[in-house]
């Protein structure tokens, strides 16, 4: 968890209050992590990754947003569906 802070989350939020994060904020980011290559620059980010790097920003938000008592400003977030993973095992009819 500390190398997705490091990575993604401080680079892109860390200068922002959590009570001024807003929705629009969180699609922006999550649409330029889709186009972000992972490590080794062959392919992008899958989305379980991708889920799994903005999963902390959404829960610190979620926290503060209770503790401090301001609107919770990703109520209709949605996480993406992520792919079935693929499997060597075919159905035989």
């Known amino acids: 968890m500390r190398n997705t802070l490091d990575r993604h989350l ?3 939020f860390g200068n ?5 994060i807003s929705l629009s904020q969180l699609d ?3 649409n330029r ?3 972000q290559k992972a490590r080794g620059g062959r392919s992008t980010l899958t989305r379980k ?4 790097i903005i999963w902390p920003l959404v829960a610190i938000i979620s926290l503060a947003a209770e503790e401090y ?9 949605k996480a ?4 079935p993973a693929e499997s060597s095992i075919t159905a035989h009819p």
């Open 16 to 20: 922002v209050l959590v009570s001024d």
């Open 28 to 30: 922006y980011f999550r």
């Open 49 to 52: 990754r991708i889920n799994h």
């Open 69 to 77: 008592q301001f609107d919770y400003p990703f109520r209709r977030y």
């Open 10 to 12: 401080i680079p892109e």
């Open 33 to 35: 992590l889709t186009q």
């Open 80 to 83: 993406f569906k992520e792919e």
